[in-house]
């Protein structure tokens, strides 16, 4: 029996020996369940299909409204679904203020309404088991049977792109929970950072990538940018050559890792979509992305065999490992 003394996800491995491998689908409605590389569950009652996905926020102490919302707005958004409903647990400490709790929930409702989407329900509760707030999000979304993405359809050449900047949502946990510990990086990357809390949906992404043959979507969260390829490879069966040179990264997220010593590779960014898609549709893809301000970047391709690696210009190769704890755990202990 193992005790777990690290915080974070449990590895791909433990996930599925302790728990994927106890689950079981016997219903007919049920397309597909949520699995390695796979944050999304998909039903079919007739009609459009339901995609559904549930997360928990647990490492940020500001702005914990919006980020339980868009967190799960962007899973169900790599089905290029639209976000209908949102249930929400919130889990809160005792000496909790109803100021605390009419913050977090009007922070929540700001961010449903930038997304089009209703809150519905869920459960809140004060408890002593927790020593900060916690919120979980469950969204419901609904796509049409002709506009989700097709993993049967992906082909060696394929590009992978990604949309935005590594480490998104990393750096604004972190430049605003631990300002004070980064105010060596100077007041205008600290503001650099603070402002990523309003680029932490891919809802556009997904919107957009439902009129291109896309393979595969997967919005990058914890295990960071090398996380989320690692586990799209694994989900897609395939391999992938990665140039690390062209992956965006933003000074800020570059001054907080440092000062952090953390990998910002390694780091959450919520806000980023990892994109599979036909290598004849990139351009366009990004072209429609750059009229709505967004940035998209090939950053590599769909190889042979399932080698998962780091390519430079000179031949040269570095293995991309399983994702493990993400790097903002680390980079709290350090800042707080």
């Known amino acids: 029996m193992k005790v777990y003394k690290d915080v974070g996800k449990l590895s791909n491995e433990e996930l599925d020996a302790l728990i994927l491998s106890k689950i079981k689908s016997k219903r007919k409605e049920v397309l597909g369940a949520s699995s390695i590389g796979e944050d999304t569950a998909m039903l079919d009652f007739g009609g459009d299909l339901i995609v559904l996905s549930s997360d928990p926020i647990t490492g940020a102490a500001e702005n914990l409204g919006a980020l339980a919302i868009h967190i799960s707005v962007n899973d169900v958004a790599t089905k290029s679904a639209d976000a209908v409903g949102v249930l929400l647990t919130l889990l809160l400490p005792v000496n909790t203020t109803s100021e605390d709790i009419e913050t977090i929930m009007a922070d929540a409702q700001k961010a449903a309404d930038a997304v089009n989407m209703d809150i519905i329900g869920g459960h809140t509760e004060i ?49 605003t929970d631990c300002a004070d510990a980064l105010k060596d990086i100077g007041e205008a990357l600290l503001r650099e950072g603070q402002a990523l809390v309003d680029q932490l949906s891919v809802q556009a992404e997904g919107e957009v990538a439902a009129d291109f043959s896309i393979r595969a979507m997967h919005d990058v969260t914890e295990g960071g940018v090398e996380g989320a390829i690692w586990e799209m490879a694994q989900a897609l069966k395939v391999g992938m050559a990665i140039d690390k040179e062209a992956i965006p990264v933003l000074e800020s997220t570059k001054a907080v890792a440092k000062k952090a010593e953390v990998d910002l590779y390694r780091l959450i960014s919520s806000g980023s979509m990892l994109v599979v898609l036909a290598k004849d549709d990139f351009e366009a893809m990004e072209k429609k992305l750059h009229d709505r301000g967004i940035l998209f970047t090939k ?30 755990y680390g980079a709290l202990v350090k800042l707080q």
């Open 127 to 175: 408890t002593d088991t927790v020593s900060k707030p916690i919120m979980i999000s469950t969204v419901v979304g609904r796509v049409s049977k002709d506009k989700v993405p097709d993993p049967s359809k992906v082909r060696i050449g394929d590009v992978v792109a990604m949309s935005k900047y590594a480490g998104l949502e990393g750096t604004a946990i972190l430049t």
């Open 299 to 328: 950053i590599g391709e769909v190889t042979e065999g399932d080698r998962v690696v780091y390519k430079n210009s000179r031949g040269g190769e570095e293995e991309i490992a399983a994702p493990g704890p993400d790097a903002l």
